[in-house]
């Protein structure tokens, strides 16, 4: 089993549309995740962090289950501009900051 | 959010020549610094882990003597790719570590001819 796993997609939906990416990860012991966005010929941007509770910005919910490990992104009212490749990381186990990256949920918003 | 530069924004070389690529972070410390490569629609490939002060950890299949590694400092690190080769040609990025999450440079386009 990969370290970090997503559906690469593509998930082509309309504007206004709700979608939700998951990514599973096989060390038990990680402690920290996180969502970031990728747009073509750019660098990855921090989304946002994923925490036990579940947390919420805006449109986007981010929600953890450790038992089953797996996290996952809701994006909700989805606009054009949400269209970019959605990358889950988490951290290698006992070292903060030092983190595992899925291969990107590919994401395109259509008029 | 930290932010994290990185220097050329892009280089066009030639063959056999070598290129240097830096990566700030401008207002953070950094004790781990990573090296990244993407090729086009293709996911991010880490090649290194670079800790202040000590030899970088390369990842399998990246050749050490070819992609040179230097973290002089908690603010900047540097990645030297020798003897360019037109299958070097990518996009190298870097990031930076605040001990809690990892902050991304703009990336480096590398062309070699």
């Known amino acids: 089993r990969k370290e970090v796993e997503q559906d690469p997609g593509p998930f082509n939906v309309p504007e206004g549309a709700t979608v939700a990416f998951n990514c599973t990860y096989s060390?038990?012991?990680?402690?920290?995740f996180f969502w970031y966005r990728q747009d073509c010929r750019k660098e990855p941007k921090l989304l946002m962090s994923?925490?036990?509770s579940g947390n919420e910005d805006g449109r986007f919910t981010a929600q953890l289950n450790r038992a089953s490990q797996y996290i996952s992104l809701l994006i909700r009212d989805s606009k054009l501009s949400d269209s970019a490749t959605y990358l889950c990381?988490?951290?290698?186990?006992?070292?903060?900051?030092?983190?595992?990256f899925g291969k990107g949920t590919k994401l395109s918003v259509k008029p | 959010g930290a932010v994290v530069s990185q220097h050329p924004s892009w280089v066009i070389c030639k063959s056999g020549t070598s290129v240097k690529i830096e990566c700030r972070s401008l207002?953070?410390?950094?004790?781990?610094m990573f090296w990244y490569r993407q090729f086009p629609k293709q996911s991010l490939m880490l090649m290194a882990t670079?800790?202040?002060?000590?030899?970088?950890?390369?990842e399998q299949g990246v050749e050490k003597d070819k992609f040179l590694i230097n973290h002089a400092s908690l603010t900047l690190s540097t990645l030297t790719v020798t003897s360019a080769h037109p299958e070097d040609s990518s996009f190298y990025i870097c990031?930076?570590?605040?001990?809690?999450?990892?902050?991304f440079g703009p990336g480096t386009r590398l062309t070699v001819l």
């Open positions: 990031s930076a570590s605040d001990g809690y999450t990892q902050y």
């Open positions: 060390n038990s012991a990680s402690q920290s």
């Open positions: 994923v925490y036990s």
């Open positions: 990381a988490v951290n290698r186990g006992g070292s903060q900051g030092n983190l595992i």
């Open positions: 207002d953070f410390q950094a004790t781990t």
């Open positions: 670079s800790n202040e002060g000590s030899k970088a950890t390369y």
